[in-house]
């Protein structure tokens, strides 16, 4: 394996080892700050998401997102 390669084993490792420490976080956190925000999931989305965390949390209504977007 050339060095190239190992870095890049290395970096995916270490990726999915950060992605599993925010998990846990998560999976932790009571949620209870939620904020409207513009998020980049399958294009922008516009959700809720934990303030603490950085969860997405749910779609907000219509009324909701007529207020934000004003």
């Keep these: 394996m050339d060095a190239k390669r190992r870095k890049v084993d290395k970096l995916l ?3 999915w080892n950060i992605e599993r420490k925010i998990e846990n976080i998560q999976s932790e956190c009571k949620h209870e700050n939620k904020v409207l925000k513009q998020i980049k999931e399958n ?3 516009l959700r809720w998401v ?3 965390c950085t969860l997405p949390l749910g779609w907000p209504s219509e009324a909701e997102r007529d207020e934000f977007l004003k």
């Design 13 to 15: 490792s270490d990726k």
């Design 43 to 45: 294009g922008f989305e």
């Design 50 to 52: 934990c303030d603490d």
